[in-house]
């Protein structure tokens, strides 16, 4: 739970704030789920695709009668997804047209430092940069989002933030959903003022009570009589979600952060902190042509925002070939570890700011080296339980595989692919860290809630060859 935090804002601050559960100003339910539009390339060669990005400022409609100032990627809220195919790379040439510099990271993906939206690697304002994705990895569901140092949890907030797809052969051949069966859910809190306006204060997330799904306020979205996959992605600064169906129904989970798990794993609830994703199949063909069932949050944080995040509306039944095999893909073997290292992620001594082992972020320092093509045991405590603080630990190019928390085994939908893992207050997580990319160099390691990272709780490991 993340009860606590709330302490950090004093009471009545944000007095605008907008909605709560029942007292939203807009129709729930009446707007049709947005998705996001599929981004083309604007050249294609033998090995790869470019595609062309513009951040600039622009104002969209999200409550109903008002303007939202947002910051974009090609004016889209979320931005719009790119589809790519391991195998083959892509190059994305990102403008910024904003006021304010950017970096540009891709969530969960193996890239060479020059492209991994280091915090200070930035794209100054009027300025372009071209960012080189591999795409060597399995299918999987990515997000890419501005990473600009200590600025990055605003800029996320007020819109720098969207899906990257990868697709490949090996997934395609297991039948699962797939088409317009297959719909991204990107779910992110935000709190308004009586204008539209996105009001922003570090740390403030309790005041974020108003709950998108694709940039929309309670949508609904027409569904046939079969299965569908679901794609969801939890793109808050520091919101935990646990997202239910209504009439308790089944999801089948089939993917976690980095791609496929071995197996589906079957359940009813998804808990899903920031950055994580779950890839789940829904199976609507019971329900009744006519009827309705929601998407709901019923994470159970002191500001309980809009339970109902989305209105599923059942309609005809359809042919259905989809399945979901029992075998899904085969997990790589991480080997054994070299070494342990320890995290401390936790408030400084002085509890002025967030820190990692007790040091705020310096682009500058790299707090450890790791040997390219080892394997680490990394032993990450949240060392706030006196604050009832909770944090995740993210790190960047690799996929990692979560062993424990306070030594009970994960279940398999935590264990692996993960690159982004949840920590609560004064909780231990153990997970393997292997270094299997060809790529060397700095990549940061951080709290993904990115009001914490944005406020120090940062740092950097080095692969050495
Ligand atoms: Cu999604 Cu370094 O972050
Ligand atoms: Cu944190």
New binding site residues.
Partial sequence: AVAGAAMLVPAGRLSAVFADDEGTASTPFTRALPIPPVLRPVSSTADHDLYDMTLAPTTASILPGLQTPLLTFNGSFPGPTIRARRGRASKVRVTNRMTTPSSV?L?GADVAPSSD?HPVDLIQPGESKIYHYPNRQPAATL?Y?D?AHHIEAEQVYRGLAGLYLIGDAESDALGLPGGQYDIPLFIRDAAFDEQGRLLFTLDDFASRRVVLVNGAHQPFVQVRRRKYRLRLVNAANSRPIRLVLSDGGEFVRIASDGGLLEHPVRGTSIELWP?ERAEVVVDFTNHATGSTLYLENVFNGPETPNRQLLQFQVGEPVPDPSRVPDTLRTHPDLGEPILTRTINMGRDATNTFYAINGLPYDPDRIDFRCKRGSTELWVVNNTDGQYNFPHSM?V?LVQFRVLDRNGVPVGPEEAYPKD?VRIPAGQTVRMLVRFESPFTGVY?Y?C?FLDH?SAHM?AQLEVVP
């Fill in positions: 990271h969530h939206g997000w989002h990473h950055a993210h960047h982004t940061p951080h993904h990272s940062m």
